[in-house]
């Protein structure tokens, strides 16, 4: 089964996907690498979502609040 990133607006629309990935470990060890670049393009949040089209989880890439 293959796995994707959903980029998403601050509405949540989307706005673009990444490439395919294998496992939900490259996927992520591909973020990992890539996130800032998202965020410069104006990529709110992701989802990642498997290849038959089921959203796995979706988390924002922009910062939390300061907890102290």
Request: with cysteine; proline share 4%.
């Amino acid at each position: 089964m293959t796995i994707f990133w959903r980029y998403l607006r601050a509405d949540g629309s989307a706005c673009g996907e990444s490439g395919t990935f294998d496992d939900r470990m490259d996927a992520e060890a591909w973020l990992s690498e890539e996130w800032q670049s998202l965020v410069g393009v104006g990529v709110e949040a992701i989802a990642l979502v498997s290849g038959d089209g089921d959203e796995l989880y979706r988390m924002s890439l922009q910062p939390g609040p300061d907890p102290g």
